[in-house]
């Protein structure tokens, strides 16, 4: 019997958080292919390692080094030229793979995620293609901040890693409704080390130990209202797979800006992504955090002209996903050749704005700003046009 859920990882590491998934599978009798996507710097013994995975627990997970991913992509060299080596963008090639053999529900994984205990992992990302029964919020801004669904050990306030700074520390008021929705995808939450922004582990070191009872197990955002998720114990329905790219010119965080994309895309056609079940706990993989901050420091300058320009678009659905990915991203590259840098968007009397640069400094990041954001739009336009070329399924 085919089956239909696939969980997929990239990893420069020995993947050895497959075997609390693979515990977990069988505990709850739950069969799922796994797709582990290796890269230059991974260990040759993680290929080893699978294998013994799979006489251990007679599962099935298909490990592919470079070779193997050459091999099993050889009618698709497109997407091989397309995807650097180095970079955990390869994750899209496992998510591809999974595509063309049938996968029905995805689940992307990071090496350092782990199921909690006593929780049917598989079970709870099953909502993704599916009609539930859900809370819905809504905000008068827009922007939900999911984190405040979580209890923190110090009760330390927090917001996921991208969260628009221009969105934070609102006074928001929330709408709370239930209502019957399609679920396209799934973000499940997590424990212990959260995905918060590198400036924020700086700060305060967090702890998540539980998510808030009345939001269990899942809630959804309602229809254009923005929170970014991440490429780590997510889902996603069949259908929007191939549309799920990570443009590495952003760097760290191409899955957040991804993320919005994909919100605004699953509100054209009136569907939903949901946040809750099923929890990990994220044991984190050594990270320099300086370093990391430099990587998103660019990036979190340029997300709020990034969702000016999003939340100025009108986008109905068209035909398919990839027709209405092309869609937004045309309108997208169209509103930012059309961006002009607003000087008084910084009021130098305001206390937090006191220290800003000097105007020319202003207006050449507005540059480097408008730089990065089309950077982004014009490689997913790439991405999506190869899928294009390749996938004739009107559903996609």
Not at 16 to 33: G, M
Request: hydrophobic share 35%.
């Amino acid at each position: 019997m085919k089956k239909k859920n696939y969980l997929v990882t990239s990893t420069v590491n020995i993947p050895y958080f497959l075997e609390d998934i693979l515990k977990n599978s069988k505990k709850y009798n739950q069969d799922f292919v796994g797709i582990v996507i290796g890269d230059k710097k991974t260990p040759k013994d993680a290929k080893n390692y699978c294998k013994m995975l799979n006489k251990k627990f007679r599962s099935d997970i298909r490990y592919f080094d470079i070779i193997e991913q050459n091999k099993i992509l050889k009618n698709y060299p497109k997407i091989l030229r397309f995807i650097p080596y180095n970079n955990n963008v390869r994750k899209m090639i496992g998510t591809f793979i999974s595509y063309i053999d049938g996968c029905e529900k995805l689940i992307m994984i990071d090496d350092d995620n782990f199921p909690i205990p006593n929780v049917d992992f598989f079970k709870y990302h099953e909502i993704v293609g599916t009609q539930r029964l859900l809370k819905t919020i809504s905000s008068n801004s827009k922007w939900v901040n999911i984190a405040n669904t979580m209890v923190e050990k110090k009760n330390i306030p927090f917001y996921p890693r991208g969260f628009p700074w221009s969105k934070r520390f609102k006074e928001d008021s929330y709408e709370e409704n239930k209502k019957k929705i399609h679920i396209l995808v799934n973000g499940g939450l997590v424990l212990g080390d959260p995905d918060v922004d590198a400036v924020s582990r700086l700060f305060w070191p967090l702890d998540v130990l539980k998510i808030k009872k009345n939001f269990m197990p899942y809630f959804a955002l309602n229809k254009n209202n923005f929170c970014p998720f991440n490429d780590q114990n997510t889902s996603l329905a069949r259908e929007i797979v191939p549309i799920y790219y990570k443009p590495p010119s952003v760097l760290r965080n191409a899955d957040i800006w991804t993320s919005y994309f994909i919100e605004k895309i699953c509100h054209s056609n009136n569907k939903y992504v949901s946040f809750g079940m099923p929890l990990v706990n994220q044991l984190r993989n050594v990270h320099d955090f300086r370093k990391d901050y430099d990587l998103e420091n660019t990036h979190n300058k340029a997300t709020d002209l990034f969702i000016e320009i999003m939340n100025k678009i009108k986008l109905r659905f068209k035909k398919n996903y990839l027709e209405t990915s092309k869609v937004l991203i045309n309108k997208c590259l169209f509103e930012i050749d059309r961006a002009k840098f607003n000087k008084n968007l910084f009021n130098k009397n305001d206390s937090r704005h006191a220290h800003m640069p000097s105007l020319k400094n202003m207006q050449e990041s507005f540059q480097e700003n408008k730089y990065l954001i089309r950077s982004f739009f014009i490689e997913y336009k790439k991405w999506i046009n190869i899928l294009s070329f390749y996938i004739n399924d009107n559903s996609a």
